[in-house]
């Protein structure tokens, strides 16, 4: 029964999702564009010299600006405007819990950004000669960190953003240290050590982590347990925040 009705709610929100062309255009062509767009500016000496190839490190960036853009950004704005429009507000009228509208609302992007994630695995297999992953066990919980994680930061945010067109400025400080901390920019193995430590502890780092060791096969027991334990511990930080603070009533 609850999967009835958040299969409902999911086909209708994916509807609503299609009619927003910026959304769409967002969440579908940034992450394919910008990793390359990076190439450039990475130096592919010091990747060789921790055993990662240029192509490896595109195609996690390519995965993690899907869990920025195709999931992240585009839910704050969904979770706002579906607020403000006082559909949430209706939704918890019927028999829908708190739990099955906010899901069920994430349903569409986090279905888009698992696609896209598989996409460009398979892309990136061919056209950037990465071969396949070494270890392909790490890559399924790195993929539901980085939607999970994304999806309920997204909540959160949209708790303190009052307008659609706000959601643009509240999501800008996680997309930015995420890009430049999380090693979707530049990998944290070529940062510093002190600096790496720090980084390897924000919200998406665990599923980057995971998804390059996937490829990899570099990722030791110890450091896969840190990052699974790490994406746990944001996870319930993070149902724990919105349960307290999510906002289902239009902020006037």
Known sequence: MAGRRLGALGRAELALLGRNR?????????PLVLP???RPALDQAALKKQGLSLG??????????????AVYTSLVNT??????ELVLKRLRTGELSDAEILT?????????????????????????????????????PGLLAGLVVGAGLAA????????????????????????????????????????????????????????????TGQ????????ALATALAWTILAVFAVRRWFRWEPRR
């Open 156 to 215: 959160l945010t949209a708790s303190f953003t009052r307008t659609v067109e706000s959601g643009q400025v509240t999501a800008l400080p996680l997309v930015f240290v995420s890009m430049l901390g999380s090693g979707i920019t530049f990998p944290t193995e070529v940062m510093p050590k002190g600096l790496a430590s720090v980084c390897d502890l924000l919200p998406l780092s665990p599923a980057i982590r995971l998804v390059r060791g996937g490829w």
């Open 36 to 38: 390359f767009s990076l």
């Open 219 to 226: 990722l030791s027991v110890h450091d896969t347990l840190g």
């Open 104 to 140: 069920g609302s994430a349903l569409p992007a986090v279905g888009i950004g698992l696609a896209q994630a598989l996409l460009l695995c398979a892309g990136c297999a061919v056209l950037l000669h990465t071969g396949a992953p070494r270890a392909p066990y790490l890559l399924l």
């Open 56 to 69: 490896t490190t595109t195609l996690t960036a390519a995965i993690g600006f899907t869990f920025l853009f």
């Open 22 to 30: 910026g959304v769409v255009f967002t969440a579908l062509f940034v």
């Open 79 to 84: 979770y706002v405007a579906r607020r403000e």
